[in-house]
C-alpha cells in the first residue's frame, strides 16, 4: 500500500483521537492534586536557539504560583547531550523566567544511569561540551576522550591536513588502556576526527596499540545517546543532529567491516529507554511537591514527529500492552536497575532516581503525545486539520517504522495551548 493511502487512512482514524481524550474521565471533579505529568521538549518549543518562545513563557507563568513552585509535575526531556543538567536548567530559568532545577531537566544521556555495568569499565567518550564532567556525573569512573587518543595517537587524525602532526610522534613509554565500550553523548565538532578514530576503536576491539583483528563474533559494545536526525535551531529550516552522525558511523562501518554496527543500547527520544526514566522521574518529583494522587496521564509536548511523537506514542503502545517490552533491553531488567540507582548524599540536585517508590509498581496508564507548531513540524493554514505524516523515516536504523505512530493525540499551535488544552482534558483549574 502506498504510503499516502496509508496516512489517509491513519488520519481518518485519527480525527477521533482529540474526541477520545476528551470524552475518557481522567477525572471527575477538579482536583488539588493533578494526576499528570507534563514531559516538555526543549528546542522548538520552549526556545529556538537562546530566543524563548514568548507563548511558551506565557505557559510558564500559568504553570507556576507566585513563589516559583510548579502546580503541576513538570520534567524537560531534551535530547541535548552536550551539557550538564545543571547547566541546561539555568539556562532554562533564564529564558522561561521560573526557577528551574537540574532535577526537573533530563538530558538524552540521563538514561546512562541505568546501565551500571558499564559504570566501571574504560569507555571512549565522544561528543562535545565537558564530556569528562558528564560522564562523572552519570557514573562513570574510568574514561578517555577523543582528544586524549589523538594525543597518544598524533597519526590517526589524517584528513584535515592543518592538524597532521608536524613532526613523528614519539614513541610512548606507558601502553595505552585498553577500551571496553564506546559512549556517544552527541554530535561532536569535526565529524571526520570521531568517525575515524571511533572506527579505529571499533576494528581494532579497543585495542589502539594493536592491528586492526578480523573477528565476524565481536563488537565493542556501543551505547548512543540522541538519535535525532534533524533538530530546530534559531535557522529558519532544521539542522543536521547526533542521528544524521550515527547514520554515517553505522555506513562507514559496514562498509569496511561487512555487518552492521550493533547498539547495546540507544538512548534519547524516541528510545522507550527515555520514557521509562521520564516516568520514574515524574514520579519522584510529584512525591517532593507533596502531591499524594497517583500520577495516571503523562503529557509529552513536542515539535518532531518523528521523536516526540514517535517516542510517546510508542511508550503509550508499550504502557497498553498485555506482554510490554523494549527493543533494547528487557524492561524487568531496566526497572531493576533504576532500582539499584541511588540518591548522592552530597549533591541533593543530583539527577538520580531513588530506590522507593518501587518502579516496580506501575501507576501510568497512558502517555499522550503533543505536537507543536513552533519547530520542525511547519504546518500550512489550518494545522489541525491539514496534518501530514512524514513519507521518508527520520528516525533511528534499528527502530521499525510504525506510521500510525507518528501521529500525535492532538495538535495545538504552541505551547501555551497545548498546556491550556491539556488542563481542560484534565479538569484542572491552573487558576488554583
Known amino acids: 500500500m502506498a504510503v499516502q493511502s496509508i496516512c489517509t487512512n491513519i488520519l481518518r482514524a485519527g480525527k477521533h483521537k482529540i474526541a477520545q481524550v476528551a470524552a475518557s474521565k481522567f477525572y471527575s471533579t477538579k482536583q488539588q492534586d493533578p494526576g499528570f505529568g507534563l514531559l516538555f521538549d526543549i528546542d522548538g518549543v520552549l526556545i529556538r536557539g537562546k530566543k524563548p518562545i514568548p507563548a511558551a513563557q506565557k505557559a510558564f507563568r500559568n504553570l507556576t504560583r507566585p513563589d516559583g513552585k510548579f502546580k503541576v509535575p513538570t520534567v524537560f526531556v531534551t535530547n541535548a547531550g552536550n551539557a550538564l543538567a545543571r547547566t541546561k536548567a539555568e539556562q532554562l530559568s533564564n529564558a522561561m523566567g521560573v526557577e528551574i532545577t537540574s532535577e526537573q531537566v533530563m538530558m538524552s ?37 577523543i582528544d586524549q587518543i589523538r594525543n597518544a595517537f598524533p597519526n590517526l587524525d589524517m584528513v584535515d591536513h592543518q592538524r597532521r602532526p608536524k613532526l613523528s610522534p614519539s614513541s610512548r613509554s606507558d601502553p595505552f588502556p585498553k577500551i571496553d ?21 571499533l576494528l581494532t576491539h579497543g585495542k589502539l596499540d594493536g592491528p586492526a583483528l578480523d573477528n565476524d563474533d565481536e563488537q565493542l559494545p556501543v551505547l548512543a545517546c540522541n538519535m535525532d536526525l534533524l533538530w530546530m535551531s534559531d535557522s529558519h529550516m532544521p539542522r543536521f543532529g547526533h542521528g544524521t552522525f550515527l547514520h554515517c558511523l553505522e555506513s562507514v562501518y559496514e562498509k569496511l567491516v561487512g555487518r552492521p554496527l550493533t547498539y547495546s543500547a540507544l538512548m534519547g527520544k524516541p528510545s522507550e529507554v527515555t520514557y521509562i526514566y521520564a516516568e520514574q522521574l515524574i514520579k519522584r518529583i ?93 504546518p500550512e493554514p489550518g494545522y489541525g486539520s491539514k496534518y501530514q505524516i512524514p513519507p521518508v523515516f527520520h528516525g533511528p536504523r534499528d527502530m521499525e517504522f510504525d506510521v500510525s505512530l507518528c501521529v500525535p493525540t492532538f495538535i495545538t499551535h504552541d505551547a501555551d495551548e497545548a498546556v491550556n488544552k491539556i488542563t481542560e482534558l484534565e479538569n484542572f483549574d491552573l487558576e488554583t
Open 109 to 145: 544521556h540521563s538514561p546512562l544511569r541505568m546501565f551500571p555495568e558499564y559504570h566501571d569499565k574504560c569507555v571512549l567518550l565522544s561528543g562535545q561540551g565537558p564530556v569528562d564532567d558528564i560522564a562523572k556525573k552519570i557514573g562513570f569512573t574510568n574514561y578517555v576522550t
Open 181 to 201: 565500550a564506546v559512549i556517544l553523548f552527541g554530535e561532536p565538532v569535526r565529524w571526520e576526527t570521531n568517525l575515524q578514530i571511533i572506527i579505529d576503536v
Open 286 to 378: 510529584a512525591g517532593k511537591m507533596g502531591f499524594t494522587a497517583p500520577i495516571k496521564n503523562l503529557y509529552a509536548i513536542g515539535d518532531n514527529p518523528m521523536a516526540d511523537i514517535y517516542g510517546a506514542n510508542l511508550f503509550n503502545k508499550r504502557l497498553n500492552s498485555a506482554t510490554p517490552a523494549t527493543s533494547q533491553q528487557p524492561w524487568r531488567q531496566l526497572h531493576a536497575n533504576i532500582r539499584n540507582i541511588t540518591t548522592s548524599a552530597t549533591d541533593p540536585n543530583s539527577n538520580v532516581i531513588p530506590p522507593k517508590p518501587s518502579p516496580f509498581i506501575r501507576e501510568v496508564e497512558s502517555c499522550h503525545s503533543v505536537l507543536v507548531c513552533t519547530g520542525v513540524y511547519s
